[in-house]
């Protein structure tokens, strides 16, 4: 990579989205089918700095924690010998620089809001369907 394409991309990093990506990691969790599901995530939020994400309908756990060669300045003070992952991780896709923000809960309040409309419109959508059956007959 060119030494004027990096200046740009720590810039853009540094500046524009604050290095979000250097102050979390993120666990892959299953999408809450059933009621002991939902009771375990709402377990989780009842902890500090973690957070249930969810991201092209994709679910995971948040553990809010900073890199520990992340700087002052939001840069990377290990950039040279960084891991793959973040070799591999494009500034352009950034949830800071692009895109659609992912869902974000971080109490179980919030969450319980979530499962509420969802039920909402799910009772929503059952009743307009039996309409529509009905009207068939």
């Known amino acids: 990579m060119s030494t004027k394409r990096l200046a740009v991309q720590l810039r853009k990093c540094a500046e524009k989205c604050q290095?979000?990506?250097?102050?979390?990691?993120?666990?892959?969790?299953?999408?809450?089918?059933?009621?002991?599901?939902?009771?375990?995530?709402?377990?989780?939020?009842?902890?500090?700095?973690?957070?249930?994400?969810?991201?092209?309908?994709?679910?995971?756990?948040?553990?809010?924690?900073?890199?520990?060669?992340?700087g002052e300045s939001n840069l990377c003070s290990n950039y040279e010998n960084r891991f793959d992952v973040c070799r591999e991780y494009d500034v352009n896709n950034c949830e800071g620089t692009d895109g659609e923000p992912p869902i974000v809960f971080r109490t179980v309040e919030e969450f319980d809001a979530f499962i509420e409309r969802r039920k909402q419109g799910r009772k929503r959508r059952a009743a307009a369907k039996s309409k529509r059956n009905s009207k068939k007959r």
């Open 19 to 70: 290095a979000r990506c250097c102050k979390y990691v993120t666990v892959k969790i299953d999408a809450p089918r059933y009621k002991c599901d939902i009771d375990e995530i709402r377990w989780f939020l009842a902890h500090e700095s973690l957070a249930i994400v969810i991201e092209s309908r994709l679910w995971y756990l948040q553990f809010d924690t900073r890199c520990k060669f992340l």
